[in-house]
């Protein structure tokens, strides 16, 4: 069984930064993609940031481009999403994702992905 666990979340100015984690277990699995989505009340799921196995293929969404940067060390089974100048906009619960079938092109589509974590909450204050 695989698990995700988000941390990092909170409050913040705009203009802020926050750095999200995702730390990953399940004995028997490789997280091939790891990907962050965020969803906003009342919106949809919404794509930010995905990397591949080695981390030689990061995508992002328009969105985020130029402030938001991901990051992995397998290591650890770890995730992060570096967020810099952070807008009101930005605000959302922060879902982290992971692909375990083999690819080593990351998707932006929900359905992309296999195992989700529980969210962390990123409110930033105007």
């Known amino acids: 069984q695989v698990q995700l666990v988000e941390s990092g979340g909170g409050l913040v100015q705009t203009g802020g930064s926050l750095r999200l984690s995702c730390a990953a277990s399940?004995?028997?699995?490789?997280?091939?993609?790891m990907g962050w989505f965020r969803q906003a009340p009342g919106k949809g799921r919404e794509f930010v940031a995905a990397i591949n196995q080695y981390g030689r293929n990061t995508i992002y969404g328009d969105s985020v481009k130029g402030r938001f940067t991901i990051s992995r060390e397998n290591a650890k089974n770890t995730v992060y999403l570096q967020m810099s100048d952070l807008k009101p906009e930005d605000t959302a619960v922060y879902y982290c994702?992971?692909?375990?079938?083999?690819?080593?092109?990351?998707?932006?589509?929900?359905?992309?992905?296999?195992?989700w974590g529980q969210g962390t909450q990123v409110t930033v204050s105007s």
């Open positions: 994702a992971t692909e375990t079938t083999y690819t080593n092109l990351p998707g932006r589509r929900v359905a992309d992905y296999d195992y």
């Open positions: 399940g004995s028997t699995s490789i997280f091939y993609i």
